[in-house]
Protein backbone atom coordinates (compact mmCIF):
# COMPACT_ATOMS: atom_id res chain seq x y z
CA UNK A 1 0.00 0.00 0.00
CA UNK A 2 1.39 3.34 -0.89
CA UNK A 3 1.75 6.60 1.08
CA UNK A 4 0.27 9.93 0.02
CA UNK A 5 3.18 11.74 -0.06
CA UNK A 6 1.49 14.59 1.79
CA UNK A 7 2.92 15.31 5.64
CA UNK A 8 -0.50 14.54 7.35
CA UNK A 9 -0.91 11.43 5.46
CA UNK A 10 -0.28 8.14 7.46
CA UNK A 11 -0.62 5.01 5.49
CA UNK A 12 -3.31 2.63 5.93
CA UNK A 13 -4.19 -0.74 5.44
CA UNK A 14 -7.62 0.02 3.88
CA UNK A 15 -9.58 3.71 3.57
CA UNK A 16 -10.88 4.80 6.46
CA UNK A 17 -14.43 4.98 6.23
CA UNK A 18 -15.53 5.91 9.42
CA UNK A 19 -18.30 8.69 9.44
CA UNK A 20 -18.53 8.29 5.69
CA UNK A 21 -22.50 8.28 4.89
CA UNK A 22 -24.07 5.11 3.72
CA UNK A 23 -24.67 6.12 0.46
CA UNK A 24 -20.92 7.18 -0.01
CA UNK A 25 -20.02 3.63 0.41
CA UNK A 26 -18.82 1.86 -3.14
CA UNK A 27 -19.62 -1.47 -4.13
CA UNK A 28 -16.10 -1.24 -6.32
CA UNK A 29 -13.53 -1.58 -3.55
CA UNK A 30 -10.95 -1.93 -6.23
CA UNK A 31 -11.27 1.55 -7.43
CA UNK A 32 -11.38 2.69 -3.43
CA UNK A 33 -7.94 0.66 -2.30
CA UNK A 34 -6.25 2.80 -4.88
CA UNK A 35 -6.00 5.67 -2.29
CA UNK A 36 -4.77 5.45 0.70
CA UNK A 37 -8.06 6.46 2.53
CA UNK A 38 -6.67 10.03 3.79
CA UNK A 39 -8.32 13.23 3.25
CA UNK A 40 -6.05 14.95 1.08
CA UNK A 41 -6.30 12.57 -1.59
CA UNK A 42 -9.22 10.33 -0.78
CA UNK A 43 -11.62 10.74 -3.85
CA UNK A 44 -14.23 10.21 -1.32
CA UNK A 45 -13.38 13.36 0.27
CA UNK A 46 -11.95 15.60 -2.27
CA UNK A 47 -11.45 15.98 -6.01
CA UNK A 48 -7.52 16.29 -5.97
CA UNK A 49 -6.55 12.55 -6.05
CA UNK A 50 -7.92 11.93 -9.76
CA UNK A 51 -5.50 13.59 -11.54
CA UNK A 52 -7.88 16.40 -13.14
CA UNK A 53 -5.46 19.28 -14.49
CA UNK A 54 -5.46 22.44 -12.49
CA UNK A 55 -7.96 24.83 -14.51
CA UNK A 56 -10.78 21.75 -13.68
CA UNK A 57 -9.99 21.75 -10.08
CA UNK A 58 -10.13 25.72 -10.31
CA UNK A 59 -13.19 25.31 -12.03
CA UNK A 60 -14.73 22.56 -9.49
CA UNK A 61 -13.99 25.16 -6.58
CA UNK A 62 -15.20 27.97 -8.20
CA UNK A 63 -18.46 26.06 -8.50
CA UNK A 64 -18.62 25.06 -4.86
CA UNK A 65 -18.25 20.89 -5.74
CA UNK A 66 -15.59 20.21 -2.37
CA UNK A 67 -16.53 16.60 -2.63
CA UNK A 68 -17.38 14.36 -5.10
CA UNK A 69 -20.55 12.40 -5.23
CA UNK A 70 -19.97 8.36 -5.29
CA UNK A 71 -20.41 8.50 -9.10
CA UNK A 72 -18.16 10.57 -9.40
CA UNK A 73 -15.44 8.84 -7.19
CA UNK A 74 -16.37 5.95 -8.80
CA UNK A 75 -16.29 6.58 -12.26
CA UNK A 76 -13.79 9.06 -12.78
CA UNK A 77 -10.93 7.10 -11.88
CA UNK A 78 -12.04 4.28 -14.54
CA UNK A 79 -12.41 7.21 -17.32
CA UNK A 80 -9.16 8.67 -16.47
CA UNK A 81 -8.16 5.36 -17.74
CA UNK A 82 -9.96 5.02 -20.28
CA UNK A 83 -12.00 2.05 -20.39
CA UNK A 84 -16.07 2.17 -21.40
CA UNK A 85 -18.30 2.46 -18.64
CA UNK A 86 -21.86 1.51 -17.93
CA UNK A 87 -23.23 4.14 -15.03
CA UNK A 88 -26.35 2.85 -13.36
CA UNK A 89 -27.50 6.25 -12.04
CA UNK A 90 -30.26 9.06 -12.13
CA UNK A 91 -30.41 12.35 -12.80
CA UNK A 92 -28.67 14.00 -9.64
CA UNK A 93 -26.19 11.81 -8.91
CA UNK A 94 -23.93 14.64 -10.34
CA UNK A 95 -23.13 12.40 -13.26
CA UNK A 96 -22.53 14.63 -15.87
CA UNK A 97 -19.60 16.15 -13.90
CA UNK A 98 -18.47 12.27 -13.85
CA UNK A 99 -18.26 12.07 -17.48
CA UNK A 100 -17.74 15.71 -18.43
CA UNK A 101 -13.88 15.71 -15.92
CA UNK A 102 -12.80 12.96 -17.62
CA UNK A 103 -13.13 14.00 -21.08
CA UNK A 104 -12.30 17.50 -20.70
CA UNK A 105 -9.27 16.19 -19.04
CA UNK A 106 -8.44 14.15 -21.93
CA UNK A 107 -9.39 16.97 -24.63
CA UNK A 108 -7.51 19.76 -23.05
CA UNK A 109 -4.26 17.27 -22.75
CA UNK A 110 -4.09 16.62 -25.86
CA UNK A 111 -5.50 20.12 -27.81
CA UNK A 112 -5.84 19.72 -31.20
CA UNK A 113 -9.21 21.11 -33.85
CA UNK A 114 -11.83 18.55 -35.06
CA UNK A 115 -12.73 18.14 -38.49
CA UNK A 116 -15.19 20.47 -40.38
CA UNK A 117 -18.98 19.13 -39.18
CA UNK A 118 -17.57 17.27 -36.79
CA UNK A 119 -17.15 16.74 -32.61
CA UNK A 120 -14.24 15.23 -30.67
CA UNK A 121 -16.86 14.03 -28.01
CA UNK A 122 -20.80 13.54 -28.66
CA UNK A 123 -22.65 13.72 -25.92
CA UNK A 124 -26.29 12.20 -26.76
CA UNK A 125 -29.48 13.36 -24.74
CA UNK A 126 -33.38 12.06 -24.82
CA UNK A 127 -34.43 16.09 -24.04
CA UNK A 128 -33.74 19.67 -25.29
CA UNK A 129 -33.48 20.69 -21.48
CA UNK A 130 -30.98 17.89 -20.70
CA UNK A 131 -28.72 18.92 -23.83
CA UNK A 132 -28.70 22.50 -22.77
CA UNK A 133 -28.20 21.55 -19.17
CA UNK A 134 -25.05 19.29 -20.11
CA UNK A 135 -23.63 21.56 -22.28
CA UNK A 136 -23.69 24.54 -20.08
CA UNK A 137 -21.79 22.25 -17.01
CA UNK A 138 -19.57 21.05 -19.68
CA UNK A 139 -18.95 25.35 -20.55
CA UNK A 140 -18.90 25.85 -16.46
CA UNK A 141 -16.54 23.08 -16.22
CA UNK A 142 -14.28 23.95 -18.62
CA UNK A 143 -14.35 27.91 -17.94
CA UNK A 144 -11.43 29.75 -19.11
CA UNK A 145 -10.14 27.00 -21.27
CA UNK A 146 -11.67 28.50 -24.25
CA UNK A 147 -13.14 25.15 -25.70
CA UNK A 148 -15.62 24.97 -28.41
CA UNK A 149 -19.25 23.58 -26.84
CA UNK A 150 -22.32 23.20 -28.90
CA UNK A 151 -25.77 22.00 -28.99
CA UNK A 152 -27.80 20.22 -31.99
CA UNK A 153 -31.55 19.74 -31.14
CA UNK A 154 -34.96 19.88 -32.49
CA UNK A 155 -37.59 22.76 -31.76
CA UNK A 156 -34.61 25.60 -33.44
CA UNK A 157 -33.88 26.49 -36.38
CA UNK A 158 -31.29 24.52 -38.18
CA UNK A 159 -28.76 27.50 -39.22
CA UNK A 160 -27.02 28.14 -36.04
CA UNK A 161 -26.35 24.75 -35.47
CA UNK A 162 -25.00 24.05 -39.06
CA UNK A 163 -22.72 26.81 -38.30
CA UNK A 164 -21.45 25.32 -34.82
CA UNK A 165 -21.01 22.36 -37.13
CA UNK A 166 -18.30 24.10 -39.64
CA UNK A 167 -16.73 24.95 -37.05
CA UNK A 168 -15.58 21.64 -35.66
CA UNK A 169 -16.42 21.23 -32.18
CA UNK A 170 -14.82 20.14 -29.01
CA UNK A 171 -18.10 18.80 -27.45
CA UNK A 172 -21.29 18.49 -29.39
CA UNK A 173 -24.29 17.71 -26.80
CA UNK A 174 -27.20 16.43 -29.17
CA UNK A 175 -30.71 14.92 -29.23
CA UNK A 176 -30.84 11.99 -31.68
CA UNK A 177 -33.13 13.16 -34.38
CA UNK A 178 -31.54 16.58 -35.25
CA UNK A 179 -28.61 14.86 -35.21
CA UNK A 180 -29.59 12.46 -37.94
CA UNK A 181 -31.26 15.38 -39.67
CA UNK A 182 -27.59 16.90 -40.03
CA UNK A 183 -25.86 13.56 -41.11
CA UNK A 184 -28.96 13.23 -43.41
CA UNK A 185 -27.82 16.96 -44.77
CA UNK A 186 -24.26 15.92 -45.07
CA UNK A 187 -23.76 19.12 -42.82
CA UNK A 188 -22.15 16.39 -39.59
CA UNK A 189 -19.48 14.45 -39.75
CA UNK A 190 -18.73 12.20 -36.88
CA UNK A 191 -15.40 10.39 -37.94
CA UNK A 192 -13.46 12.11 -35.69
CA UNK A 193 -15.52 11.53 -32.28
CA UNK A 194 -13.03 10.21 -29.34
CA UNK A 195 -15.90 9.82 -26.92
CA UNK A 196 -19.26 9.34 -27.13
CA UNK A 197 -21.53 9.70 -23.95
CA UNK A 198 -25.16 7.87 -24.09
CA UNK A 199 -26.96 9.97 -21.08
CA UNK A 200 -30.37 8.83 -19.76
CA UNK A 201 -30.47 6.11 -22.47
CA UNK A 202 -33.35 4.38 -20.84
CA UNK A 203 -35.28 7.87 -21.83
CA UNK A 204 -33.74 7.62 -25.09
CA UNK A 205 -35.34 4.15 -25.88
CA UNK A 206 -38.90 5.16 -24.12
CA UNK A 207 -38.75 8.31 -26.87
CA UNK A 208 -38.61 6.09 -29.43
CA UNK A 209 -34.82 7.06 -30.37
CA UNK A 210 -33.37 3.47 -30.81
CA UNK A 211 -32.78 3.35 -34.58
CA UNK A 212 -31.12 7.24 -34.51
CA UNK A 213 -28.72 5.93 -32.19
CA UNK A 214 -27.85 3.41 -34.53
CA UNK A 215 -28.07 5.19 -37.53
CA UNK A 216 -25.48 7.60 -35.32
CA UNK A 217 -23.43 4.96 -34.32
CA UNK A 218 -22.48 3.37 -37.47
CA UNK A 219 -21.02 6.99 -38.50
CA UNK A 220 -18.07 6.68 -35.64
CA UNK A 221 -14.92 4.79 -36.05
CA UNK A 222 -14.25 2.09 -34.03
CA UNK A 223 -11.56 3.29 -31.60
CA UNK A 224 -13.71 5.33 -29.41
CA UNK A 225 -14.24 5.39 -25.62
CA UNK A 226 -17.73 4.67 -24.74
CA UNK A 227 -19.99 6.20 -21.80
CA UNK A 228 -23.33 4.83 -21.27
CA UNK A 229 -25.96 5.99 -18.58
CA UNK A 230 -29.10 4.82 -17.69
CA UNK A 231 -31.20 5.12 -14.17
CA UNK A 232 -32.62 1.59 -15.04
CA UNK A 233 -31.09 -1.43 -16.72
CA UNK A 234 -34.00 -3.60 -17.84
CA UNK A 235 -32.59 -6.70 -20.30
CA UNK A 236 -33.11 -4.81 -23.48
CA UNK A 237 -30.73 -1.68 -22.24
CA UNK A 238 -28.32 -4.25 -21.11
CA UNK A 239 -28.27 -5.84 -24.82
CA UNK A 240 -28.01 -2.25 -26.35
CA UNK A 241 -24.37 -1.38 -23.82
CA UNK A 242 -23.08 -5.04 -24.69
CA UNK A 243 -23.63 -4.11 -28.31
CA UNK A 244 -22.03 -0.45 -28.13
CA UNK A 245 -19.49 -1.04 -25.40
CA UNK A 246 -16.01 -2.68 -25.36
CA UNK A 247 -15.61 -5.01 -22.03
CA UNK A 248 -17.40 -1.93 -20.14
CA UNK A 249 -16.55 -1.75 -15.90
CA UNK A 250 -20.09 -1.10 -14.65
CA UNK A 251 -21.03 1.22 -11.61
CA UNK A 252 -24.14 1.47 -10.12
CA UNK A 253 -24.83 3.83 -7.80
CA UNK A 254 -28.24 3.42 -6.73
CA UNK A 255 -30.15 0.70 -7.34
CA UNK A 256 -32.77 0.42 -9.81
CA UNK A 257 -35.79 1.57 -9.31
CA UNK A 258 -34.85 2.57 -5.52
CA UNK A 259 -36.30 5.76 -4.19
CA UNK A 260 -34.03 8.57 -3.24
CA UNK A 261 -33.32 8.21 0.65
CA UNK A 262 -33.85 11.73 1.24
CA UNK A 263 -37.19 12.59 -0.36
CA UNK A 264 -39.96 12.35 2.65
CA UNK A 265 -42.74 10.93 0.56
CA UNK A 266 -46.08 11.48 1.68
CA UNK A 267 -49.64 10.14 -0.14
CA UNK A 268 -52.81 11.62 0.30
CA UNK A 269 -56.10 9.72 -0.47
CA UNK A 270 -58.61 12.77 -1.86
CA UNK A 271 -61.81 12.54 -3.66
CA UNK A 272 -60.76 13.04 -7.33
CA UNK A 273 -63.07 16.53 -7.86
CA UNK A 274 -61.05 18.03 -4.49
CA UNK A 275 -57.90 17.52 -5.67
CA UNK A 276 -57.30 21.30 -7.07
CA UNK A 277 -58.43 22.53 -3.10
CA UNK A 278 -56.32 20.02 -1.92
CA UNK A 279 -53.15 21.10 -4.09
CA UNK A 280 -54.04 24.97 -3.32
CA UNK A 281 -54.29 23.65 0.55
CA UNK A 282 -50.60 22.10 0.14
CA UNK A 283 -49.37 25.55 -1.36
CA UNK A 284 -50.97 27.80 1.80
CA UNK A 285 -47.90 26.00 3.48
CA UNK A 286 -44.84 28.42 3.08
CA UNK A 287 -42.46 25.66 2.83
CA UNK A 288 -43.52 24.97 -0.58
CA UNK A 289 -40.88 27.20 -2.14
CA UNK A 290 -40.39 26.01 -4.96
CA UNK A 291 -42.72 22.80 -6.15
CA UNK A 292 -43.11 20.52 -8.87
CA UNK A 293 -46.43 19.49 -9.68
CA UNK A 294 -46.85 16.53 -12.12
CA UNK A 295 -50.06 15.92 -14.28
CA UNK A 296 -50.60 12.73 -16.77
CA UNK A 297 -51.51 15.20 -19.63
CA UNK A 298 -50.41 18.07 -20.91
CA UNK A 299 -54.17 20.09 -21.34
CA UNK A 300 -53.62 18.76 -17.12
CA UNK A 301 -50.78 20.44 -16.45
CA UNK A 302 -52.24 23.64 -18.66
CA UNK A 303 -55.64 23.65 -16.20
CA UNK A 304 -52.99 23.07 -13.12
CA UNK A 305 -51.15 25.79 -13.84
CA UNK A 306 -54.48 28.14 -14.25
CA UNK A 307 -55.79 27.05 -11.55
CA UNK A 308 -52.86 27.66 -8.89
CA UNK A 309 -52.97 31.08 -11.18
CA UNK A 310 -56.34 31.75 -10.07
CA UNK A 311 -55.49 30.93 -6.50
CA UNK A 312 -52.92 33.54 -6.05
CA UNK A 313 -49.89 30.81 -6.66
CA UNK A 314 -47.71 31.92 -9.36
CA UNK A 315 -47.39 29.01 -11.91
CA UNK A 316 -46.36 27.94 -15.53
CA UNK A 317 -46.89 25.06 -17.16
CA UNK A 318 -44.12 23.04 -19.27
CA UNK A 319 -45.30 20.09 -21.44
CA UNK A 320 -44.79 19.56 -25.08
CA UNK A 321 -46.86 21.23 -26.85
CA UNK A 322 -45.24 24.56 -26.05
CA UNK A 323 -42.93 25.93 -28.17
CA UNK A 324 -38.84 26.24 -27.29
CA UNK A 325 -39.21 29.65 -26.18
CA UNK A 326 -42.34 29.17 -23.80
CA UNK A 327 -40.47 26.03 -22.08
CA UNK A 328 -37.42 28.20 -21.48
CA UNK A 329 -39.56 31.45 -19.89
CA UNK A 330 -41.03 28.88 -17.73
CA UNK A 331 -37.45 27.02 -16.56
CA UNK A 332 -36.53 30.73 -16.42
CA UNK A 333 -39.37 32.01 -14.29
CA UNK A 334 -39.28 28.92 -12.31
CA UNK A 335 -35.41 28.93 -11.41
CA UNK A 336 -35.11 32.82 -10.15
CA UNK A 337 -38.39 32.05 -8.05
CA UNK A 338 -40.91 34.30 -9.86
CA UNK A 339 -43.00 31.14 -10.53
CA UNK A 340 -43.76 29.15 -7.24
CA UNK A 341 -44.78 25.66 -9.09
CA UNK A 342 -43.51 24.71 -12.10
CA UNK A 343 -46.65 22.29 -13.52
CA UNK A 344 -45.05 19.69 -16.24
CA UNK A 345 -45.74 16.41 -17.81
CA UNK A 346 -43.29 13.06 -17.59
CA UNK A 347 -41.65 14.02 -20.52
CA UNK A 348 -41.12 17.63 -20.48
CA UNK A 349 -39.68 17.49 -16.83
CA UNK A 350 -36.64 14.81 -17.92
CA UNK A 351 -33.43 15.66 -17.58
CA UNK A 352 -34.71 19.43 -16.09
CA UNK A 353 -32.07 20.25 -13.17
CA UNK A 354 -32.82 22.76 -11.37
CA UNK A 355 -31.37 23.26 -7.77
CA UNK A 356 -33.55 23.57 -4.37
CA UNK A 357 -36.66 22.11 -5.57
CA UNK A 358 -38.13 21.76 -2.12
CA UNK A 359 -41.41 19.48 -3.40
CA UNK A 360 -42.61 17.08 -5.88
CA UNK A 361 -46.15 17.30 -6.09
CA UNK A 362 -47.68 14.51 -7.94
CA UNK A 363 -51.35 15.53 -8.83
CA UNK A 364 -52.09 12.54 -10.72
CA UNK A 365 -49.46 9.49 -10.21
CA UNK A 366 -47.72 8.26 -12.99
CA UNK A 367 -49.24 5.38 -14.77
CA UNK A 368 -45.83 3.84 -14.96
CA UNK A 369 -44.46 2.90 -11.67
CA UNK A 370 -40.76 3.87 -12.44
CA UNK A 371 -42.16 7.31 -13.20
CA UNK A 372 -42.52 8.09 -9.79
CA UNK A 373 -38.91 7.34 -9.27
CA UNK A 374 -38.03 9.74 -11.80
CA UNK A 375 -40.26 12.03 -10.58
CA UNK A 376 -39.40 12.45 -6.81
CA UNK A 377 -36.01 12.52 -7.91
CA UNK A 378 -36.08 16.04 -9.20
CA UNK A 379 -36.19 16.99 -5.63
CA UNK A 380 -33.59 16.06 -2.80
CA UNK A 381 -30.60 16.35 -5.50
CA UNK A 382 -27.30 16.63 -4.81
CA UNK A 383 -27.53 15.70 -1.39
CA UNK A 384 -30.16 17.95 -0.17
CA UNK A 385 -33.72 16.95 1.72
CA UNK A 386 -37.00 17.31 0.01
CA UNK A 387 -40.73 15.98 0.20
CA UNK A 388 -42.78 14.14 -2.10
CA UNK A 389 -46.63 14.76 -2.03
CA UNK A 390 -48.95 12.38 -4.19
CA UNK A 391 -52.71 12.94 -4.68
CA UNK A 392 -53.99 9.78 -4.72
CA UNK A 393 -58.08 9.32 -5.69
CA UNK A 394 -60.09 6.21 -5.86
CA UNK A 395 -59.04 5.44 -9.62
CA UNK A 396 -55.16 5.54 -8.77
CA UNK A 397 -55.16 2.84 -6.19
CA UNK A 398 -53.66 0.11 -8.52
CA UNK A 399 -50.70 2.69 -9.54
CA UNK A 400 -49.87 3.46 -5.48
CA UNK A 401 -49.68 -0.12 -5.12
CA UNK A 402 -47.87 -0.39 -8.36
CA UNK A 403 -45.54 2.55 -6.95
CA UNK A 404 -44.61 0.72 -3.43
CA UNK A 405 -44.17 -2.48 -5.10
CA UNK A 406 -41.38 -1.15 -7.02
CA UNK A 407 -39.81 0.76 -4.31
CA UNK A 408 -40.65 -1.54 -1.58
CA UNK A 409 -41.77 0.87 0.20
CA UNK A 410 -44.93 1.40 2.46
CA UNK A 411 -45.53 5.46 1.74
CA UNK A 412 -46.97 7.41 4.73
CA UNK A 413 -50.42 7.99 3.69
CA UNK A 414 -52.99 10.73 5.12
CA UNK A 415 -56.76 10.34 4.80
CA UNK A 416 -58.23 13.62 3.18
CA UNK A 417 -61.67 11.89 1.84
CA UNK A 418 -65.29 12.78 2.42
CA UNK A 419 -66.01 14.91 5.37
CA UNK A 420 -61.84 15.06 5.95
CA UNK A 421 -61.72 16.83 2.55
CA UNK A 422 -60.03 20.09 1.99
CA UNK A 423 -61.69 23.58 1.94
CA UNK A 424 -62.79 25.23 -1.37
CA UNK A 425 -59.60 27.08 -3.08
CA UNK A 426 -60.40 30.64 -3.31
CA UNK A 427 -60.38 32.37 -6.59
CA UNK A 428 -58.55 35.41 -6.11
CA UNK A 429 -57.64 36.69 -9.40
CA UNK A 430 -58.83 35.85 -12.82
CA UNK A 431 -56.01 34.04 -14.99
CA UNK A 432 -53.66 37.02 -14.74
CA UNK A 433 -52.26 36.25 -18.41
CA UNK A 434 -54.56 34.11 -21.25
CA UNK A 435 -52.56 31.57 -21.34
CA UNK A 436 -50.06 30.99 -24.08
CA UNK A 437 -50.93 29.22 -27.10
CA UNK A 438 -50.43 25.72 -26.80
CA UNK A 439 -49.44 25.01 -29.85
CA UNK A 440 -45.88 23.85 -31.18
CA UNK A 441 -44.97 26.13 -33.74
CA UNK A 442 -44.71 22.80 -36.17
CA UNK A 443 -47.89 21.75 -35.83
CA UNK A 444 -51.31 23.41 -38.13
CA UNK A 445 -53.69 25.04 -36.05
CA UNK A 446 -55.88 23.16 -33.85
CA UNK A 447 -59.40 23.21 -32.33
CA UNK A 448 -57.95 26.29 -29.80
CA UNK A 449 -60.60 24.92 -27.01
CA UNK A 450 -59.19 21.07 -27.64
CA UNK A 451 -55.76 22.97 -26.99
CA UNK A 452 -57.11 24.41 -23.40
CA UNK A 453 -56.54 28.13 -25.22
CA UNK A 454 -60.04 29.13 -23.80
CA UNK A 455 -62.07 28.50 -20.75
CA UNK A 456 -64.95 26.04 -21.18
CA UNK A 457 -68.36 28.48 -21.83
CA UNK A 458 -71.54 26.98 -21.14
CA UNK A 459 -73.71 26.63 -23.94
CA UNK A 460 -76.89 29.15 -23.92
CA UNK A 461 -79.74 27.27 -22.39
CA UNK A 462 -77.56 25.59 -19.71
CA UNK A 463 -76.50 26.01 -16.56
CA UNK A 464 -73.20 26.02 -16.26
CA UNK A 465 -71.86 23.04 -14.03
CA UNK A 466 -69.44 23.59 -11.49
CA UNK A 467 -65.64 22.85 -12.62
CA UNK A 468 -65.19 19.64 -10.46
CA UNK A 469 -68.75 18.41 -11.73
CA UNK A 470 -67.51 18.26 -15.05
CA UNK A 471 -65.65 15.51 -15.68
CA UNK A 472 -67.79 13.30 -13.34
CA UNK A 473 -70.85 14.37 -15.51
CA UNK A 474 -72.21 11.76 -18.01
CA UNK A 475 -70.99 13.23 -21.80
CA UNK A 476 -74.26 14.43 -23.87
P1 LIG B 1 -26.50 15.61 -12.36
O1 LIG B 1 -26.86 14.27 -11.78
O2 LIG B 1 -25.26 15.56 -13.15
O3 LIG B 1 -27.67 16.20 -13.10
O4 LIG B 1 -26.17 16.61 -11.13
C1 LIG B 1 -27.13 16.98 -10.18
C2 LIG B 1 -26.79 18.24 -9.43
O5 LIG B 1 -25.71 18.01 -8.55
C3 LIG B 1 -26.40 19.42 -10.30
O6 LIG B 1 -27.10 20.53 -9.80
C4 LIG B 1 -24.92 19.60 -10.07
O7 LIG B 1 -24.55 20.94 -10.17
C5 LIG B 1 -24.75 19.08 -8.66
N1 LIG B 1 -23.43 18.44 -8.40
C6 LIG B 1 -22.79 17.56 -9.19
N2 LIG B 1 -21.65 17.16 -8.62
C7 LIG B 1 -21.55 17.79 -7.44
C8 LIG B 1 -20.58 17.79 -6.37
N3 LIG B 1 -19.49 17.04 -6.42
N4 LIG B 1 -20.83 18.58 -5.31
C9 LIG B 1 -21.94 19.34 -5.24
N5 LIG B 1 -22.90 19.40 -6.21
C10 LIG B 1 -22.71 18.63 -7.29
Same mark, same amino acid.
Given at each position: MSSCRAPVCKPLDRPDTRGVPFNDYSPQRGIRRAF????????????????????????????????????????????????????????????????????????????????????????????????????????????GLALDIATVFGGVPHGAQIRALARGLDVLVATPGRLVDHLDARVANLSAVEF???????????????????? &????? +? @? $? #??? =?????????????????LLHEPHEVSVTPAAT????????? &????? +? @? $? #??? =????????ALTRAIVFTRTKHGADRVARSLDEAGISALAIHGNKSQGQRERALAAFRSGASRALVATDIAARGIDIDDVSHVVNFELPEVAEAYVHRIGRTARAGRAGQAISLCDASERDSLRAIER?????????????????????????????????????????????????????????????????????AR
Open positions: CGCVKDNPLENFNGFGLAAPLLTALTKMGYAKPTPIQAEAIPVLMNGRDLVGIAQTGSGKTAAFALPILNRLIADKRPAPRGGARALVLSPTRELASQIAQSFRDLSALVLDEVDRMLDLGFIKPIRR &IVREL +P @R $K #RQN =LFFSATMPPDIRRLAGETVDSVEQTV &IHVDA +P @R $K #RDM =LVELFADALTRLRIFSLDRRGDKGPKPAPVVRKAATPPAPDRPHHLPHRNPRSAGQQPHRARPGRRARPAYQARSAP
